[in-house]
């Protein structure tokens, strides 16, 4: 059965980066999209960056353009979120989610990562 | 301030019907296809309708989902305690050039 299991929690400190990973199985890795969706506390879900592991184009959120980056291992089935310049407000629990195709729903969540900002 | 408008809270009893919406734009809703989340308390997300009223293998026919002009519905008839977590409306908008998602809404079965 397909599984997207993500890397533990993390502490930061503001201005500094994390590096959140998700590893897939149960299916053919390159045939479906990865997403990166966060929930900060008290907030509804918010969607901040796509991969297509085949050709590993991206598209980011423009929310977070210029300090995200998703990038992919094929070799381990694995898609990793970096967000630089982290401050409290990026205190959030971050899912990983998969999709058939760019414009499709979200078929299969990860359990979820919490980063905390803190100085 | 999300994109896609979702009332804040719901709420019904065992064996009522409760309908929560989503209102939208023409660069979302109104032109992509809406999908709808059931977040349980402490869980990940799950697909609950997609392509506006479709059920993936699992979810009881007691959920459905609608869809008109800029705005979603989705419908939960026979409300049971399990019921009780929080909803999330998401569509492609052509103009941000992502997904956007409602602020969601909390369920609550009285």
């Known amino acids: 059965q397909v599984q997207l299991v993500q890397s533990g929690a993390e502490v930061k400190k503001p201005g500094a980066s994390v590096k959140v990973s998700c590893k897939a199985s149960g299916y053919t890795f390159t045939s479906y999209h990865m997403h990166w969706v966060r929930q900060a506390p008290g907030q509804g879900l918010e969607w901040m960056a796509i991969?297509?592991?085949?050709?590993?184009?991206?598209s980011y959120a423009q929310k977070f353009q210029g300090r995200i980056t998703m990038t992919r291992d094929t070799s381990t089935s694995t898609v990793y979120l970096d967000l630089s310049s982290l401050r409290s407000e990026d205190t959030a629990v971050y899912y990983c989610?998969?999709?058939?195709?760019?414009?499709?729903?979200?078929?299969?969540w990860g359990q979820g990562t919490l980063v905390t900002v803190s100085s | 301030q999300s994109v896609l408008t979702q009332p804040p809270s719901a709420s019904g009893t065992p064996g009522q019907r409760v309908a929560i919406s989503c209102s939208g734009s023409s660069s979302n809703i109104g032109g992509n296809s809406v999908n709808w989340y059931q977040r349980l308390p402490g869980t990940a997300p799950k697909l609950l309708i997609y392509s506006n009223n479709q059920r993936p293998s699992g979810v009881p026919d007691r959920f459905s989902g609608s869809k008109s002009g800029t705005s979603a519905s989705l419908a939960i008839s026979g409300l049971q305690s399990e019921d009780e977590a929080d909803y999330y409306c998401a569509a492609w908008d052509d103009s941000l050039n992502g997904w956007v998602f409602g602020g969601g809404t909390k369920l609550t079965v009285l």
């Open positions: 991969i297509n592991p085949s050709g590993g184009s991206t």
């Open positions: 989610a998969s999709s058939s195709g760019w414009y499709s729903y979200f078929d299969y």
